[in-house]
């Protein structure tokens, strides 16, 4: 069962309605029309993977919604009849319990009271409902979260058998405590809390249930990011780096043939280190991003963005319609998109000044002139002095698929240090990353 608590859990990060929406109307657009929207190809793969997968979970969170009601409706039912039973005994009358429950059928139709599929059917749910209030109450609500639930409800014998197997465990109860406390949370807020659920199982009376929490953080890849273990990342990467560029006899490395990166540059990724501006480039790179997006290096911002404009001119030769390019402040990182579809250029800064919105602002007029909409789009600000450059790669990577402000989750600084590590170190193994003469990709 923890698999289906860490699974309802994701429900956090799965698609909105907006994003269903999206999709939607884009399947629905005529080919033909030119009215700008969302297209397929602004996700990329990866994306795609992410809302498939996060699809799917909702159909977990949808059986338990749908028993709930179920239970819900039957409780309801035997409430309705007992109040039509007085209802008659009041007038001298007495009713069986299958007429009471024909005469509420009735009073629930109205005038729908010929369709039979529907009667049948609310028959059914009251049915379920009520067979899930007995077992509920017997076994407990841990009991929804189990995957034969269904069976369950159809066979006391497999219920039977199923149940005294669990039973005989010396770790069942501790564990039915645990699993309820993740029903409640359920009902509260619409998802499960899988570190909540393991956090209980450390502090249950079960040793066994201790002793499997390490292994369901590795299983589950769930492992809270510390800064030991971003250094660790960040150690392997430069021993990777090193013995590559001691073999190469030089102590710079090649992205993708774009960018000659020197080595001790990734020293910034290091823990409550100020991120180096040649970081963020690479990581934008190697982000994963549609192929009508690119990321530009960054830009040291005086006051125009005459040369970004430049750049972004060149890149719509090559089919690009979206660019993010990270600013440089002197001492601060904010990121710039250029939208082409939008005809919008968004300023994301997560130490928002009046004064820099209006000096980008009158950069962006002046360097692409009055036909563009300018916006300074309000994003999460940091609550420390080194992880602008971290915002940037964070903001910019969500962005990339098209992700809205709305939809994206909180920027983690040590877990976004630690994905930048596993970006670079798989990068070197497909060998985008290498030491040598510069070979264009």
């Known amino acids: 069962m923890a698999t289906i ?60 919604y749908r028993l709930i009601a179920y239970m819900g409706f039957s409780q309801w039912f035997d409430a309705q009849k007992t109040d039509f039973e007085e209802k008659y005994a009041f007038r001298g009358h007495r009713r069986t319990g299958r007429r ?31 067979k899930l209030r007995a077992i509920v109450k017997i076994h407990g609500w841990w009991i929804l979260f189990h995957q034969r639930i269904w069976d369950f409800i159809k066979s006391n014998a497999i219920l039977s058998k199923t149940t005294s197997e669990l039973e005989g465990l010396e770790y069942f ?54 800064p030991a273990m971003v250094s660790a990342k960040v150690h392997d990467l430069k021993q990777g780096l090193l013995q590559m560029c001691r073999a190469g006899r030089r102590d710079v490395f090649w992205v993708n043939g774009k960018y000659e990166v020197d080595r001790q540059v990734i020293d910034t990724l290091d823990p409550d280190t100020w991120l180096n501006g040649w970081v963020i480039n690479v990581g934008l790179e190697l982000a994963d991003k549609p192929l009508t997006t690119s990321s530009q290096w960054s830009f040291h911002f005086k006051g125009s963005l005459e040369q970004v404009r430049q ?73 420390d002095t080194s992880s602008c450059g971290l915002s940037v790669f964070h903001i910019a990577s969500m962005r990339m698929n098209n992700v809205s402000m709305e939809e994206m989750v909180p920027m983690n600084a040590n877990k976004c240090r630690a994905d930048l590590a596993d970006l670079f170190l798989r990068a070197i193994d497909r060998g985008a990353i290498w030491v040598g003469r510069r070979i264009a990709k």
Not at 19 to 28: D, H, N, Q, T
Not at 346 to 365: F, K, L, P
């Open 173 to 226: 109860e501790p564990l039915k405590t645990c699993l309820d406390e993740q029903m409640t949370t359920f009902a509260d807020t619409g998802k499960t809390d899988f570190s909540s659920f393991l956090y209980s199982l450390t502090k249950s009376a079960s040793n066994l249930l201790k002793s499997q929490v390490d292994r369901l953080r590795q299983d589950f890849e769930v492992e809270e990011v510390t």
């Open 100 to 130: 009471l429950a024909s005469i509420v059928l009735d009073h629930l139709l109205k005038l729908e009271r010929q369709d039979t599929k529907k009667r049948t059917r609310l028959i059914r749910m009251n049915s379920h409902g009520k």
């Open 311 to 383: 750049r972004f001119d060149n890149d719509m030769t090559n089919a690009i319609s979206i660019a993010f390019c990270p600013l440089f402040h002197d001492n601060h990182f904010t990121l710039l998109e250029i939208n082409m579809p939008d005809n919008t250029i968004r300023h994301y800064n997560s130490m928002a000044s009046e004064d820099t919105a209006s000096s980008v602002q009158r950069a962006v007029v002046g360097s692409f002139g009055p036909n563009w909409t300018y916006d300074e789009t309000p994003c999460p600000q940091q609550t």
């Open 5 to 64: 608590i860490y699974e309802m859990d994701a429900i956090i990060d799965s698609p909105s309605c907006v994003m269903y929406r999206r999709v939607f109307k884009a399947l629905s657009m005529d080919p033909e029309s030119k009215l700008p929207g969302f297209e397929m190809n602004t996700w990329s793969g990866t994306m795609w993977s992410h809302f498939l997968n996060a699809s799917e979970m909702r159909s977990q969170q949808a059986t338990i």
